[in-house]
């Protein structure tokens, strides 16, 4: 293996997870984030990602990891097509009952993820705007890198298509790390699924779309769902507490 791809893999593996997970628990520690952390937020992951994956492009094009290798060629648009449109549906279907389902059971809307989601999600329309680009820089980018680079890079390396959809889920997954266990778990299938995917239609189209569906639905329909639904526990908790004094 090159010496950049190696770097490149270390950097994917260790040191973007653990930058991401003490950047988390920073946000943890402080009671809300202002409107200009959030933008500080969205503007610094949208410029990293970009670079990484321009590096990604720079060192494949010099070492001749051609596109059609990374996904980038549609080799059968029809197919590349539906399985996108099918999978963004099943995607944005299972986001929206997710959250609705907590939306419903707001004693439910507790632990890391759900107080991160409130702090970092958009609460104002530049907000939104600025975040619709990080969520297009992040479905662009980090198919690129997993599904794109990562995912070919470990077919090589591994000689099977299996080794390539495992090691991509792997550090797909493992960039996740601040979401804890269940992230982990989640990211890891939702990495497996996307991967595999990939392979079969030879395109990073598919899980592009159903990763920004995914993100775009999750950034701008969950707050307020969220908060009302914490705001309707509260009035219940201030009401039980009456009722017992």
């Not at 958009?122 to 990080?134: C, G, M, T, Y």
């Not at 990073?204 to 009302?228: M, N, T």
């Amino acid at each position: 293996m090159h010496w950049d791809y190696a770097a490149i893999l270390l950097f994917l593996g260790a040191v973007a997870p653990l930058l991401g997970y003490f950047r988390v628990r920073r946000l943890m520690q402080i009671p809300s984030a202002t409107s200009m952390e959030r933008l500080a937020l969205y503007g610094s992951t949208i410029a990293m990602q970009w670079v990484l994956a321009g590096v990604i492009l720079w060192r494949t094009t010099a070492h001749r990891l051609g596109t059609k290798e990374l996904g980038l060629v549609v080799q059968n648009a029809s197919r590349a097509a539906s399985v996108a449109v099918v999978l963004s549906l099943l995607v944005l279907a299972n986001q929206l009952f997710s959250i609705r389902r907590l939306a419903a059971n707001p004693r439910e809307i507790k632990g890391m993820i759900a107080e991160l989601a409130l702090k970092i999600f958009p609460q104002n329309d530049v907000e939104r705007l600025v975040f619709v680009a990080l969520v297009v820089t992040v479905a662009i980018c980090e198919e690129l890198i997993y599904r794109g680079f990562v995912q070919a890079l470990f077919q090589r390396v591994g000689g099977s298509v299996i080794a390539g959809i495992i090691g991509s889920a792997i550090l797909f997954a493992a960039a996740h790390l601040y979401q804890g266990r269940k992230g982990l778990a989640s990211t890891f299938a939702v990495g497996l699924i996307f991967a595999s995917v990939r392979w079969w239609t030879g395109s990073l189209l598919p899980s592009i779309c159903a990763h920004f569906a995914a993100d775009l639905v999750a950034g701008l329909y969950a707050p307020g769902r969220l908060r009302a639904a914490l705001a309707t526990r509260l009035r219940e908790e201030e009401r039980a507490s009456g009722d017992v004094s």
